[in-house]
């Protein structure tokens, strides 16, 4: 268990709708980053979130969004689901991000 | 973003052969890590480099941190079947900051 926690580990949904995955850092861990992984794809950054505030915004797309509370989880909105969207999402978080990224497990998410 | 090319992409490797991949990058990083994942899984951290030249192992891996701060390098000693995974290089410019991460080495090791 790496401390980061993210629901739901499966999710599958239909074109057009809107799902929401959730992320709890590791305790202690101000930053959450969400990644989007692909089907034999790299680790593509969406975006960073330090205690509540955004702080770095990567190829995020305008039908995603995301925040984070200030319990400092964090939640990935994505609308208007396509096809392509289906994808591993990652949630990571740090502290002051000297020692790396601590991952969840990650949530895959199938769009038919 | 920055760029950070891993090569090389795939590898085939018999168990037992080591096992050699790097890492470059366009811009100086104060900060190498190296992470696996494996399959369904989220990546977890290896091996973290903080100094120009420092060499770091874990077990049989050791990674390098290159002289010239724009690339890292990761060895893998006598594979063996659970090394079968996607190895991702990571870098920053300065604490605190994003790290940016790498395509990525997917290694396959037969047995």
């Known amino acids: 268990d790496s401390g980061v926690t993210q629901t739901p580990k499966h999710l599958i949904t239909a074109t057009g709708q809107r799902v929401t995955l959730r992320c709890s850092p590791r305790?202690?861990?101000?930053?959450v980053y969400w990644y989007q992984q692909s089907l034999d794809q790299g680790l593509q950054f969406l975006i960073q979130?330090?205690?509540?505030?955004?702080?770095a915004k990567g190829n995020i797309l305008e039908r995603f969004s995301a925040q984070q509370f200030p319990d400092l989880h964090s939640e990935l909105n994505l609308s208007s689901l396509e096809l392509g969207d289906s994808a591993l999402y990652f949630c990571?978080?740090?502290?002051?991000?000297?020692?790396?990224?601590?991952f969840g497990s990650g949530t895959r998410l199938t769009v038919v | 973003g920055q760029q950070l090319n891993q090569s090389p992409q795939s590898m085939f490797i018999q168990e037992g052969e080591d096992v050699s991949m790097n890492c470059t990058s366009s811009?100086?990083?104060?900060?190498w890590l190296w992470y696996k994942q494996d399959p369904g899984e989220g990546p977890v951290l290896l091996i973290a480099?903080?100094?120009?030249?420092e060499l770091t192992s874990n077990g049989r891996l050791t990674a390098q941190f290159g002289i010239t701060r724009k690339d890292s390098f990761l060895n893998i000693s006598a594979s063996i079947p659970s090394d079968v995974g996607i190895y991702f290089c990571?870098?920053?410019?300065?604490?605190?900051?994003?790290?940016?991460f790498g395509t990525g080495t997917s290694l396959t090791v037969i047995p």
């Open positions: 990571a978080s740090s502290d002051r991000g000297d020692y790396g990224y601590t």
């Open positions: 305790s202690g861990d101000l930053s």
């Open positions: 979130y330090y205690n509540g505030e955004e702080r």
């Open positions: 811009s100086i990083f104060n900060t």
């Open positions: 480099l903080y100094k120009a030249g």
């Open positions: 990571a870098g920053t410019t300065n604490t605190g900051n994003q790290f940016y």
